[in-house]
């Protein structure tokens, strides 16, 4: 069983740099791309931000040049840096793996941490 638990997520200033954290743990034998989605209230799941497993990165226009996403494969984690957070950034932050394990290929996905930009 796989399991993703985010974690850094919060009430955050406008302008401020929180950074989210994801952690992937179990039965894991190799992770490809990760990433991070998010779903603001009344609108649809959209991706932010995704890192393949040799570290290249894909953002969404509204979040290039503010969010940067990392991971250490060390610790089949993925991080989130947020900076310069806008209002419109509110939203429930979910991250993803796509994992090999030792029964077969799947998507999974953590059960979001809320970030909520505040005045």
């Known amino acids: 069983q796989v399991q993703l638990v985010e974690s850094g997520g919060g009430l955050v200033q406008a302008g401020g740099s929180p950074r989210l954290s994801c952690a992937a743990s179990g039965s894991i034998f190799r992770i490809n791309d990760m990433g991070w989605f998010r779903q603001a209230p009344g609108k649809q799941r959209e991706v932010v931000a995704t890192?393949?497993?040799?570290?290249?990165?894909n953002y969404a226009d509204s979040v290039k040049g503010r969010f940067t996403v990392s991971r250490d494969n060390s610790k089949n984690a993925v991080y989130l840096q947020m900076n310069s957070l806008k209002f419109e950034d509110t939203a429930v932050y979910y991250c993803?793996?796509?994992?090999?394990?030792?029964?077969?290929?799947?998507?999974?996905w953590g059960r979001g941490t809320q970030v909520t930009v505040s005045s």
């Open positions: 890192i393949t497993i040799s570290g290249s990165t």
């Open positions: 993803y793996s796509h994992i090999h394990t030792l029964t077969g290929v799947a998507e999974y």
